[in-house]
């Protein structure tokens, strides 16, 4: 492990010292030599929750180090343009007639700038920060279980050692305390892997978001796209996996008076929409709860900022509460990223267990 950090450290050291991945902008920083700019709090928190088409490690002074990402977009009036976001200059510039915009409907995406001074976006195919993140926590993702595997074919009934000593609870937890009961024990070992996939990939990804240095940092999980698709993926497994009884029951549930279908189908109404809320509440509990946790520490922190612009003693005051709380949510987020992951996991299985349901009874024929 301590070869690993030393390692990355010096790779971070390499990164900041190449010519290609450490720009400084000189006119910037003597702007803010003649008049400084006040701490925003915003951009702070929003830096960090949002995607970005560079991976910005560190400010040094007036100095930005970060890795630039591959920028590829199609204009319907220049074709398709590919370039690297270092040309973007941290979003200050633009280049080939693109450039980040700072404000509008389109704020912190790249768009087209037009002869008449509007601005278009672009098919946008960039390989940026959370897409990074992705490539990252699939590759860490395969690392892990590919070991693991390895040694169970070597020895399957030998002792679980090292990290397959802590994969093996886990998924023996998930099989079941989540799969078995809400699937039921003739059922499970079909949705197993998909379950066993959105958790490990869930909670890998909330832990990465919580380490502050390069490869972590990316708030993949607390972008709502992702866990849309997530949802999505749970959606379509259920809705495909759909017993008879299931979809009868959404248009004629049984036990239900007959004043509440019929003239008007309230209930098959409220049904119908259950269907379509499920992935909707899957998809902003995770969202919000990730970027809530990160939103909170990040507030604990700016108010070293805001309070050191008043005075310098206030500043160093409030530095000692920020930072026990700042570590406080820090390890509350570390407790949320295994809950979050257990949670849409669970009603991932639940969904799809009620879907499966097969009745019987007499009242339900």
């Known amino acids: 492990m301590i070869r690993v950090l030393t390692s990355l450290v010096l790779i971070l050291f390499a990164l900041a010292a190449s010519p290609n991945l450490l720009k400084a902008n000189e006119e910037r920083a003597a702007v803010d030599t003649i008049s400084p700019k006040k701490f925003n709090t915003g951009d702070l928190i929003f830096n960090h929750i949002k995607d970005s088409y560079e991976w910005h490690i560190a400010t040094i002074g007036h100095t930005h180090v970060s890795i630039p990402l591959p920028v590829m977009v199609y204009s319907q009036h220049s074709g398709f343009h590919f370039f690297m976001s270092g040309n973007l200059h941290h979003g200050e510039e633009s280049y080939e007639g693109f450039k980040v915009a700072s404000e509008g409907k389109y704020q912190r995406k790249l768009v087209e700038i037009m002869p008449d001074g509007s601005e278009l976006r672009p098919w946008d195919f960039s390989i940026t920060k959370n897409v ?18 390895k040694r169970y074919r070597q020895n399957f009934a030998r002792a679980p050692k090292g990290i397959q000593s802590w994969i093996e609870p886990i998924v023996v937890f998930i099989c079941d305390d989540i799969a078995k009961p809400s699937i039921g024990k003739e059922k499970y070992e079909r949705y197993l892997p998909y379950l066993l996939t959105i958790f490990f990939f869930i909670f890998i990804n909330n832990l990465m978001g919580l380490i502050p240095i390069f490869p972590g940092g990316a708030n993949l999980t607390g972008d709502i796209s ?101 570590v406080f949510m820090g390890i509350l987020e570390l407790l949320v990223a295994f809950i979050q992951a257990y949670v849409f996991t669970l009603l991932s299985a639940l969904y799809i267990g009620l879907a499966l349901e097969r009745h019987s009874h007499p009242a339900h024929a």
């Open 132 to 149: 990074t993140s992705l490539f990252v926590s699939i590759a860490l993702i395969l690392f892990i279980f590919l070991s693991v595997a």
């Open 226 to 326: 992702v866990t849309l698709v997530l949802a999505l993926f749970t959606f379509v497994i259920t809705s495909f996996s759909g017993s008879r009884d299931y979809w009868v029951h959404l248009i004629n549930a049984p036990g239900i008076p007959l004043w509440l279908k019929l003239p008007l189908p309230l209930m098959p109404i409220v049904e119908i929409m259950g269907v379509f809320i499920k992935p909707f509440v899957l998809t902003i509990r995770l969202f919000a709860n990730i970027t809530a946790g990160h939103i909170v520490a990040l507030g604990f922190y700016s108010l070293i900022f805001i309070f050191a612009e008043k005075s310098i003693i206030a500043g160093y005051g409030i530095s000692v509460l920020s930072i026990a709380f700042t």
